[in-house]
């Protein structure tokens, strides 16, 4: 008579923890979401650019292993790693700034929503560490979504029209120092932690300086 019951709990259970990393997982109901699309425009850096970026940052075979490692251990814990990250961006009003709807003046819950979405589902093609011209191309996508004129236009929003420059890559610290108690929550070692944790600091470095390409001057880059 007991088990069954037992049973039915822990099966709610689970549902309620694998129910964010499927959502995540099922790319095409992320509104805007659009990496391997063929609307996109290809990258105008290539998948060598990347390797020379890559040795230049230390990011070999280890980092990709250990991004991989983070998988498992963050796909049920999505949603509250983003509420960290949100909550970091919401109190912060350098930051919110950016979600500003234009007309009353205060943070775009709509906005700020639906971008999220697209957050969640970056951290797992992050961890998924699977560096091929689709996501390369979603790189130089996601850095012009950050700036004019191709902010707002995913979501609709009425707000600011670009994120300065300065702000992408300070960013790094900030999500992966709050990242790495969510990395240590499920038994890890702690050689495996920081591991972990030198890889996602690795990933985001090289993604914003690869979102960085539309701030800078023709032939710099
Ligand atoms: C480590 C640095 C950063 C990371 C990892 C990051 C990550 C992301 C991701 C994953 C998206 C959604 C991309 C998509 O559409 O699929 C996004 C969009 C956005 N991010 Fe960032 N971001 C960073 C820096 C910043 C900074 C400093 C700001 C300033 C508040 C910012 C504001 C925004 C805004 C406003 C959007 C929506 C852009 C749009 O209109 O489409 N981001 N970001």
């Known amino acids: 008579m007991k088990p069954q019951p037992l049973t039915a ?17 099922s790319a095409p109901a992320i509104p805007g979401y659009t990496m391997g699309q063929k609307s996109l425009a290809k990258a105008p850096y290539t998948l060598a650019d990347l390797e020379s970026l890559k040795k230049t940052l230390l990011f070999t075979d280890e980092d990709v292993r250990y991004l991989r490692m983070s998988k498992a251990i963050l796909a049920d814990q999505t949603e509250a790693v983003l509420d960290v990250w949100y909550g970091f961006v919401a ?3 350098e930051l919110v700034f950016y979600f500003k709807n234009n007309k009353t003046g205060a943070p775009d819950a709509a906005y ?3 971008v999220r979405k697209r957050f969640g589902q970056w951290i797992a093609d992050t961890a998924n560490a699977n560096y091929d011209q689709a996501w390369l191309d979603y790189q130089y996508e996601i850095g012009l979504r950050h700036t004019t004129p191709r902010k707002n236009k995913t979501d609709q929003a009425d707000s600011v029209p670009l994120v300065n420059f300065r702000y992408l ?9 709050t990242l790495k108690p969510f990395l240590a929550k499920k038994g890890a070692s702690a050689a495996d932690v920081e591991k972990m944790h030198a890889a996602w600091v690795k990933s985001v470095l090289m993604q914003t300086i690869l979102w960085s390409h539309p701030y800078v001057r023709d032939g710099q880059f």
């Open 169 to 177: 890559s300070a960013l790094t610290i900030p999500v992966t120092t």
């Open 9 to 25: 709990a822990l099966m709610a259970a689970l549902a309620a923890i694998s129910a964010p990393n499927a959502s995540a997982q």
């Open 91 to 93: 109190s912060t009003p």
């Open 112 to 114: 700020l929503g639906a």
